[in-house]
T-cell receptor, first 115, second 106 residues
Framework: DAGVIQSPRHEVTEMGQEVTLRCKPI?????LFWYRQTMMRGLELLIY????????DSGMPEDRFSAKMPNASFSTLKIQPSEPRDSAVYFC?????????????FGQGTRLTVV | KDQVFQPSTVASSEGAVVEIFCNHS??????FFWYLHFPGCAPRLLVK?????QQGRYNMTYERFSSSLLILQVREADAAVYYC???????????FGKGTKLSVIP
């Protein structure tokens, strides 16, 4: 398997524009997570899905952020409108249910810069 | 609020044993996960468990509310950010700390 695939790797956009980040999880994984990485806060969980259903979105910072998972192989994180403070690296991760507890497999991230 | 705490920076000399400490206030959490992150790459799992564990040069100590990652014979190439994460019984959510940046002095 190619692992978790995120696109684009880098995104530069102007304030006020809509931004869409994409993620393809590892085949067979039933959990998908979106994280935001910043110097100040480290890795913050934004939202996660189980079997394509959003389970916990309490980490989504504002209504400007939304996430969808229309099927088991694709998810999007959308920011509309974007603001400079949204600049960060956004990671997608996936995992599968086991008795031990989840080990998250991460993608390489999307570096977002809002100017 | 569920939180994971770890130092922001740690420095070590090459060849030494480095310890990165982590503790948490995450409800019902008992599993620890230690990830390695190089900028521009995907964070990678090093070691995990609800008991002391070892994977190559990486050792993980375990207490109910804390864990340490021990890196044996540290090298310059180990300079990176290390994340501590926790999850609990019946939870598939990983809560991470802010990361510890390791500097290695040759």
């Amino acid at each position: 398997d190619a692992g978790v695939i995120q696109s684009p790797r880098h995104e530069v956009t102007e304030m006020g524009q809509e931004v869409t980040l994409r993620c393809k999880p590892i085949s067979g994984h039933d959990y998908l997570f979106w994280y935001r990485q910043t110097m100040m806060r480290g890795l913050e969980l934004l939202i996660y899905f189980n079997n394509n259903v959003p389970i916990d979105d309490s980490g989504m910072p504002e209504d400007r952020f939304s996430a969808k998972m229309p099927n088991a192989s694709f998810s999007t994180l959308k920011i509309q409108p974007s603001e400079p403070r949204d600049s960060a690296v956004y990671f997608c991760a996936s995992s599968f249910r086991d008795w031990f507890g989840t080990e998250a497999f991460f993608g390489q991230g999307t570096r977002l810069t809002v100017v | 609020k569920d939180q994971v705490f770890q130092p922001s920076t740690v420095a070590s000399s090459e060849g030494a044993v480095v310890e990165i400490f982590c503790n948490h206030s995450v409800s019902n959490a008992y599993n620890f996960f230690w990830y390695l992150h190089f900028p521009g790459c995907a964070p990678r799992l090093l070691v995990k468990g609800s008991k002391p564990s070892q994977q190559g040069r990486y050792n993980m100590t375990y207490e109910r509310f804390s864990s340490s990652l021990l890196i044996l014979q540290v090298r310059e190439a180990d300079a990176a950010v290390y994340y501590c994460g926790c999850s609990g019984a019946g939870s598939y959510q990983l809560t991470f700390g802010k990361g510890t940046k390791l500097s290695v002095i040759p």
